[in-house]
C-alpha cells in the first residue's frame, strides 16, 4: 500500500517562502504515477487544486499561485516538492498532495485512482 507523508508546514511572515515535501512509500513496479498535485483546504472553505504536475513534464498552477509557487518532483527520492514564495495571509491552509496512478491488476485489468497524504498545515502570518 503507498502512503503519501507531507512535511515543511510551518509558521512564517507574509513574504517569506516555505518548501513542501511529500514522499512516497510502498511504491511497487506494477504502481505508474501518473501525475503528482498539491491541494488546499483554508479554514472553512473547500479543497482546492494548487499545482498539478504530469508524468511528462506539464505543470498546472492554480491563478492565485501563479508566478509564486513552484511544483517539482524528484524521482529517486520518490518525493514531489512545492516551493512556495511570496507567502500570502490567504496561502494559509491545509496542504495535501495527492498521486494520481495507474496499477497493472493480475486479471489484465488497470486499475486508475490516487493516494492522498494526510496534509501540513502553513499558517502565513501578517
Known amino acids: 500500500q503507498v502512503q503519501l507523508v507531507e512535511s515543511g508546514g510551518g509558521l512564517v511572515h507574509a513574504g517569506g517562502s516555505l518548501r513542501l515535501s511529500c514522499a512516497a512509500s510502498?511504491?511497487?513496479?506494477?504502481?505508474?504515477?501518473?501525475?503528482m498535485s498539491w491541494y488546499r483546504q483554508p479554514p472553512g472553505k473547500e479543497r482546492e487544486l494548487v499545482a498539478r504536475?504530469?508524468?511528462?513534464?506539464?505543470?498546472d498552477y492554480a491563478d492565485s499561485v501563479k508566478g509564486r509557487f513552484t511544483i517539482s518532483r524528484e524521482n529517486a527520492k520518490n518525493t514531489n516538492y512545492l516551493q512556495m514564495d511570496s507567502l500570502k495571509p490567504e496561502d494559509t491552509s491545509v496542504y495535501f498532495c495527492?498521486?494520481?496512478?495507474?496499477?497493472?491488476?493480475?486479471?489484465?485489468?488497470?486499475?486508475?485512482?490516487?493516494?492522498w497524504g494526510q496534509g501540513t498545515r502553513v499558517t502565513v502570518s501578517s
Open positions: 495527492r498521486w494520481e496512478y495507474t496499477r497493472s491488476l493480475e486479471d489484465g485489468n488497470i486499475e486508475v485512482g490516487a493516494y
Open positions: 510502498g511504491t511497487t513496479p506494477s504502481v505508474r504515477i501518473t501525475a
Open positions: 504536475l504530469t508524468s511528462g513534464g506539464n505543470t
